[in-house]
């Protein structure tokens, strides 16, 4: 996800997009536990992406 997608976005979309992310990190850390998980760069990106969104409703708030 790029942060230039992010702007294009509204505030409520992005609310939810964080929450889809955080949602989806609990799930991969879940797996990762249980050894299910078979992409392990996965929980990185999912962090960065959750931190481009943040950043971007950081921005709007100021």
Known sequence: MKADELRGKTTEELEG????????????????????QEDTTRI??????????????QGRSQ
């Not at 997009?17 to 299910?36: I, M, P």
Request: overall charge positive; glycine content about 6%; charged content about 30%.
């Open 44 to 57: 990185g990106k999912i962090r960065k992406d959750i931190a481009r969104v943040k950043t971007v409703l």
């Open 17 to 36: 997009e964080l929450q889809s992310l955080k949602e989806t990190l609990f799930n991969q850390r879940f797996r990762s536990v249980l050894g299910q």
